[in-house]
């Protein structure tokens, strides 16, 4: 079994191809390192609990590239299959196919995506050594989801924004969750259940306006141009964390963001505005896509 002992310090970053281009749902790139989940340092194995592993059927891949988002930012991460690339005969049996369970960024290096991967033919042992080529895939249907439903967060932050920042004290956006079942984003301030139909109504006309969603990768100099330096990370580096991915929806929204999105607001599909709690100073404004 090939194998890096899970050792990660000198594998490469890996290039996240899905922050550029959502739309790729396969990719050949190659292996950069393979090893099981149980030589992962104690840190790293904890990004995998909650996905109940079988430390004797369960690896970590990293790759040149990949077109899987890793949960963060709110969003779940993509499931999908990887598959070993090679010719099939006689003496070469068919190319071996994981699935691709979870996938996370590295506790000791973000720019690294760690692959939680379990051969779907259990009898399968042998792990792809570096510079193996293979071939990423993408589940369509759940990438389309968690991309609808990221959009979704945006838009409603959007008109939360417009129809209560004017009206409620120390109104502030804070974060969002975009899972589906419990989707919400969080906000400073007191939000009463008054606005809700204001909201929904404000959340509508973005969807049905059809907004684009532009991606760009902005420097200090491009929020300074647009008078939103407040949206830049507490503590970000620019010397040595470079530029940053920013979410540009129309008129309606700028963040910086890693996820996924749909190319316009109208493919979100329906956006419901749900319940709208309120505790300790915020508020939680809930919502689903149908």
């Not at 598959?83 to 290096?109: C, V, W």
Request: glycine letters at 8%; one cysteine or more; hydrophobic letters at 35%.
């Amino acid at each position: 079994m090939a194998e890096n002992n899970g050792n990660l310090d000198k594998v490469e970053n890996t290039i996240l191809r899905y922050q550029h281009d959502a739309s790729i749902l396969t990719l050949s790139t190659k292996v950069t390192s393979s090893s099981r989940l149980t030589d992962l340092s104690e840190a790293n194995r904890s990004l995998f609990k909650a996905a109940d592993p079988d430390p004797d059927q369960d690896f970590i891949l990293t790759t040149e590239e990949t077109i899987f988002h890793p949960q963060g930012g709110g969003q779940p991460s993509d499931e999908g299959s990887i598959t070993i690339l090679g010719k099939a005969n006689e003496d070469n049996p068919p190319s071996p196919t994981l699935s691709m369970r979870l996938a996370r960024h590295s506790t000791q290096n973000p720019n690294l995506v760690l692959h939680l991967v379990r051969f779907t033919d259990p009898t399968s042992t042998t792990l792809p050594p570096p510079s193996t080529p293979i071939s990423l895939k993408v589940d369509p249907a759940k990438r389309t989801l968690y991309s609808r439903l990221h959009t979704a967060g945006h838009v409603l932050g959007g008109a939360v924004r417009a129809t209560c920042s004017a009206s409620v004290p120390d109104f502030d956006e804070l974060k969002a969750s975009h899972y589906p079942g419990s989707a919400s984003c969080e906000f400073q301030g007191l939000i009463s259940g008054d606005f809700k139909p204001a909201i929904q109504a404000k959340v509508d006309e973005i969807v049905a306006s059809a907004e684009p969603v532009e991606i760009g990768f902005w420097g200090k100099e491009d929020f300074a141009r647009e008078g939103l330096e407040r949206l830049v990370p507490d503590g970000w580096d620019w010397d040595a964390g470079g530029v940053l991915r920013v979410v540009r929806i129309g008129k309606v929204d700028v963040y910086p963001c890693g996820g996924t999105h749909v190319e316009r607001t109208d493919l979100c599909g329906k956006v419901g505005v749900r319940k709208i709690a309120r505790q300790k100073g915020g508020s939680r404004v809930g919502y689903s896509v149908d």
